[in-house]
């Protein structure tokens, strides 16, 4: 299926499945990390970081790094259903939470998670 996409309109953010492992150099322990992944879809421009954790904090950390690197801001950020981002989620109306509202709000632009239960509505 083709998809046309605007540019500069959305950002779709994400944590990938499985959990990635880096190695502190000093003490030589591995650490389990999350994949954070978001992507322009129109230009396919994609940023990728390890965070410690899924929380909000972290998620929250990850999309500030995201708009430094593409060196602006979309009119709107598509997460998944992850709970940093979504408090409830629905099939018709999720509920955002707090903390990743005003972040939107800071920068200017709007949260619209995809569709929960629809999987239809989440291709990249």
Same mark, same amino acid.
């Given at each position: 299926?083709? +998809?046309?996409?605007?540019?500069?309109?959305? +950002?779709?953010?994400?944590?990938?499945?499985?959990?990635? &492992?880096?190695?502190?150099?000093?003490?030589?322990?591995?650490?389990?990390?999350?994949?954070?992944?978001?992507? +322009?879809?129109? &230009?396919?421009?994609? #940023?990728?970081?390890?965070?410690?954790?899924?929380?909000?904090?972290?998620?929250?950390?990850?999309?500030?790094?995201?708009?430094?690197?593409?060196?602006?801001? /979309?009119?709107?950020?598509?997460?998944?259903?992850?709970?940093?981002?979504?408090?409830? &989620?629905?099939?018709?109306?999720?509920?955002?939470?707090?903390?990743?509202?005003?972040?939107?709000?800071? #920068?200017?632009? &709007?949260?619209?998670?995809?569709?929960? #239960?629809? /999987?239809?509505?989440?291709?990249?």
């Amino acid at each position: 299926m083709h +998809l046309e996409h605007k540019a500069g309109d959305k +950002l779709f953010i994400d944590f990938a499945g499985k959990k990635l &492992s880096i190695v502190n150099k000093d003490s030589g322990e591995i650490l389990p990390v999350e994949v954070f992944v978001a992507i +322009l879809p129109c &230009s396919q421009l994609t #940023y990728v970081e390890a965070v410690a954790t899924q929380k909000k904090e972290d998620l929250i950390t990850a999309c500030e790094h995201t708009l430094q690197y593409i060196e602006g801001v /979309p009119q709107v950020i598509v997460p998944d259903n992850l709970k940093a981002a979504v408090t409830k &989620s629905s099939k018709y109306e999720a509920v955002i939470n707090d903390d990743f509202a005003d972040f939107a709000d800071r #920068y200017g632009c &709007s949260v619209i998670p995809a569709r929960a #239960y629809c /999987p239809g509505t989440k291709l990249w």
